[in-house]
Structures are given as C-alpha cells and as structure tokens.
C-alpha cells in the first residue's frame, strides 16, 4: 500500500501541476477575450480599457469552466511523464507501488477538482458572466445592430388581445429583462398590427413593463411612450428556460429552477442536464486521468514517442466530443438528463480500467 508520505507527494505534484494550467489559461483566456472586446466595443462612448478589462475578468470563470476536463487530462499526463523522467515512478515500482496505488492520489486530485468546479468555479462563473453581459449591454444599448439568433431566441405569446412576437438585442437577469426589445403586436388576421421598441422590458407578474417605449403603427406617424405595460400570460419560469442559458445559473439555483419549471409544466431538459453534467464532472475528471494512465504510463515503460501522448489527447478530445454530443440529445429531451450525464463518463472509466488492467496485471 502507497505510504502517505509519497501519496502526498504525488497528490501535491498533481496539484501544482494543475494550478500551473489554470494559470496559464486564464492569462491566455484574458489576453484574447480583452482583444476581442477592444476591438467590438471601442467605439462605443462608454468604453473605457480598464472596462474592457474587467469585463474579460468576469468572463473568465465561465470560459475556464468549459476548459476544465481538458485541464484534468493535460494535468495528469503532465504529472505522470514528469514522474517517469525523473524515474520517480520506476523507484516506487521496485518497493512494490503498483499502478493503481499512484494513480490514486491523481484520481483523487481530479476528484477535488471536480467538486472545486462544481461549488466555488460554478458559482463565480455565473455571477461573472451575468455581470458582464449587464455592463456591456449598458455600454452597447442601441449602439449595435448585431443580433446573435441563436443566443436571444424570438418568442411568441397569446394572449386575449392577441398575439405578439418578442425580441431582444440581448438579455439581462437570466430572461426576466430585455435589453433593445421589439414587441410586434399581430391582429385578428395575423397581420402586423402595431410595434414598440423599447430600450428596456422588464418581465412583471402578468405584464411586461416597457421603459422608453417608440411606436410604430400603419400609417400612423411614430410616438415616444416614456413607460407602458403589455399584457402577458408568460411565466419567469418559462423565459428562463426559453432564454437564460443554463451555464449561467448556479450550480445550487439548478435543483430549484428543475423543480419549479416542472410544477408549471415547463420543460426543464436543459436545467436538468446542466444539473446532471455538474454532478458527474468528478467523475468525468477521474476517466480523463485514468486515460492519461494509459499512454503516460507505456510511453515511459516501453519507450514509446510522441504518438502516444496525441492518442491520449485524441482519445480525451474523442470523449469531450461524445460528452457534448449527448449533452445535446439531453438537453433536446432525446435521452434522459441522467443518462445522458454519466453513460460516456461510465464507458470512459470502463475503458480506462480495463486498459490498465490488461496492461498492468496482463
């Protein structure tokens, strides 16, 4: 059995490792985002550099959290042909450490780190990127024209005076406010019956609460409205779900939001997956260790080149690839959350095991 002096050791090796990553990522992660950003927002009057810097800042949380299993698996390899340089592994073999036994304090580092991510990086993710958007939609409000379909969603509400197309330029509070919002009221004939552009909607109970309101009408001349309310029958629960993206709600809000959305009869496949993928993250972090074990391990011990190591990284990018996939049908409501969750978390620990079964004890 591993001592806990040299457990530690390892475990420690594997830690600094990993903090040498996240380092490195986020000076990266900042130095693009803000050039990004100087180059978007630098002609709006609002625009300050020590602004754009900070909107990187709070925007880096969120882009880490994506990269976090790759830096499990680059961490792992890392330590592990570290150690095998240096023949630190080889002298822990000859006492009799078994693979299995310093692999332990890596899989139990990437454990750590799982849970690290789940409940101090999730949150300020999620705080920061909501504070971001907010500060610059301030500085962007009726100064772009860019509209990204694919993140602000149109919507579409009946009511008993009909019906009314909503849309935005961007969205604050998870959905609940509209940032350069458009408000196309059909008639009875589905004809366009009138329009108001807001500068801002708020989501009321029952109502939305427009604030600097144009409107437009057929062969009307436009009217300045300084405030007014439309009415609707749209729930919060359903607009964040609609229109918040799951990434940016906390990991301890998602439980809740499920719960909540279910007992409207909303549909809550993407809150539900998010709450599912957070919760197998350690374990998805322990199967990007194991197989960085696979090829760090045989690199070292069978002389084997850099093709190994570019398995490794395939084989880790083959399962991201799979992980965001069936994230997908999950979140479409194609296979459950749950399943979709852990079933290549499952397989990938599966084959990593077997690997180093077949490997280490024939």
Sequence with gaps: MIGWTLGRYFFMRYVKITLYFLLGIFAL??????????????????????????????RIPFIMQEMIPFVALFSAMSTLISLNRKYELVVARSVGVSAWQ??????????LFGLATIFLLNPLAAYGF???????????SGKVNDVSALRVPWLRQKTDDGETIIGAKSILDRGATLVDATFIVLGSDKTIKERFDAKTAQLENGYWQLNDVRRFALAQEPINIPSMRIATQLR???????????????????????????SFGYSANAFDMQFQSLLALPALLMAMTLIAATVSLKFVRFGQSGTMILGGVLAGFVLYVVTVLVKAFGTAGFVPPFVA???????????????????EDG
């Design 130 to 140: 909501s504070k971001a958007e907010e500060i610059q939609s301030s500085w962007t």
């Design 341 to 359: 969750a852990w079933v290549p978390v499952v397989i990938a620990m599966f084959f990593g095991v077997s690997f180093l079964l077949h490997k």
């Design 236 to 262: 919060p629960e359903f607009v964040e779900e609609k229109l918040a993206a799951p990434q940016t709600i906390p990991f301890f809000e998602l439980r809740r939001k499920i719960e909540v959305a279910k």
């Design 102 to 111: 310093f692999l332990l304090p890596a899989c139990f580092g990437a454990f």
């Design 29 to 58: 992660a900042l130095l693009l985002d803000f050039t990004e950003n100087a180059g978007k927002l630098s002609a709006l009057p609002d625009y300050t550099v020590w602004g754009a810097l900070g909107i990187s800042a709070m």
